[in-house]
C-alpha cells in the first residue's frame, strides 16, 4: 500500500512528519510490517532526531550549515542559487529513504525519535514524501 | 516478522550484530526476502562496515570523533553531558535503518561486509534494534 | 524478487544505475511494491541525486574529496593504498542500501532524482547491487 503526503515547507528547517506518517499506517487493518518513508527530491531529506528538546535540532541545523556553508568557492552549480549546492551536499549526507518498523499498528519509534523532513532550501516548498507499507 | 534485540554497549564504539541479526533470521523457513534493521535510539546509529582488518573501524570512529568534537562552542544542547550533542549529529550522518535482502536463508552481505552498532555515547548503554523481515 | 546486478566502474566517480534497476522492476507483473538497492561493498555506496546538471554531481564528489582527503596522518589503516580509507569513509556519510517504492510499474523517483553507484577507489572494479523487490 503506497500513500503520497504533501509536506509545505516555510524554508530552511526539520519539520516533524511523525505524526503525517502514523496516520497512514493507521489506516490499514495489518498489524505488524515496515513502513518505508521516500522523500522524492534532492534537496531536501530525512533524518529520524530527538523530539524532546528543540534545542538538539537547533543545533545539527547549525552545525550542518557550518559543515556545508553557501558561498563555498568549490560549487561551480550555482544557477539555482547559492542555496542549492548546499542542500545537495546536506541531502546526501543524511536520508532520501528510511524504514520504519511498524508493531500492533504504530511506527516502532523509540520514545525520543520523532521523523523529520529536513528542508534544505531557504525558499518555500511543496515536498512529496512517499510511503509505502508492506505487511507479512 | 519482527524480532526485538537488546545490545549492550560498553561506551563508544563499533559493536558488530551481524551474527545477532543473522540468527533472527535463520529461526525462519522462508529463504529470500529482506531483512530491515532499525535501531531505536538517536544517540546511537547502524553502519555496515569492513568486518576484516579492525585498523578501517578505529580509523572510522576517530575520524568522525574528529569531525564532530566535544566542547564544541556551537552546541546548546548540552543538558545531556558533552558527548551528547556530538552523539546526535554522529547518528545523522550515518543510519537509523538499513535494509538488507535475504538470499537462501541468509544475509545478502558481501565477502568484507559487517552489521555494527554505532554506539555514540561515553557510558554503557542498552540499546534496543528493532528487526523486521518480510519474505516475498 | 531477487536480482544482482554487476557494475563495472572506471575509478572514483558516480554511475547512473537508475536504469538497470528499473529494468528488474519492469520484468515483473505486480504493479505496486517496494524495491530496495544494497551495494555489497565498503568502498563504494549509493546515492540519489540530481541526474539533470552534471555540474551537481561534480561538485559533489569534488566537496566529498575535500571533506575525506587521502594522505590524513589520521589514517592507520594504509595497507590496501592511500585511497581505501577514504572510500570507507565515505561509504558511511552516503548509503549502503536505499528502498523506493514502485507506484504502477515504475520507480516512484521525482523529476530530478536518478540513482547511482558511487565508487570511491581510484582503480576501476566489478561492483555487485543487490535489488530486492516486494510487492504487496
Do not use: C
Not at 546526501?92 to 534544505?120: C, N, R, V
Amino acid at each position: 500500500m503506497i500513500a503520497t503526503l504533501e509536506i509545505a515547507t516555510r524554508g530552511q528547517g526539520l519539520y516533524e512528519i511523525t505524526d503525517r506518517v502514523q496516520a497512514v499506517v493507521h489506516d490499514q487493518p495489518a498489524e505488524n510490517g515496515l513502513a518505508t518513508v521516500f522523500v522524492q527530491h534532492t534537496s531536501a531529506s530525512l533524518i529520524i532526531q530527538e523530539n524532546a528538546d528543540p534545542s538538539a535540532r537547533r543545533d545539527l541545523e547549525q552545525w550542518l550549515n557550518r559543515l556545508v556553508p553557501e558561498k563555498d568557492s568549490l560549487y561551480s552549480h550555482t544557477t539555482e542559487g547559492p542555496d542549492d549546492m548546499p542542500a545537495h551536499i546536506k541531502a546526501i549526507l543524511t536520508s532520501t529513504s528510511i524504514g520504519i518498523p511498524i508493531i500492533e499498528g504504530m511506527l516502532a519509534l523509540g520514545t525520543w525519535q520523532g521523523l523529520y523532513l529536513w528542508e534544505h532550501r531557504r525558499a518555500p516548498h511543496r515536498r512529496r514524501v512517499v510511503v509505502h507499507l508492506g505487511f507479512n
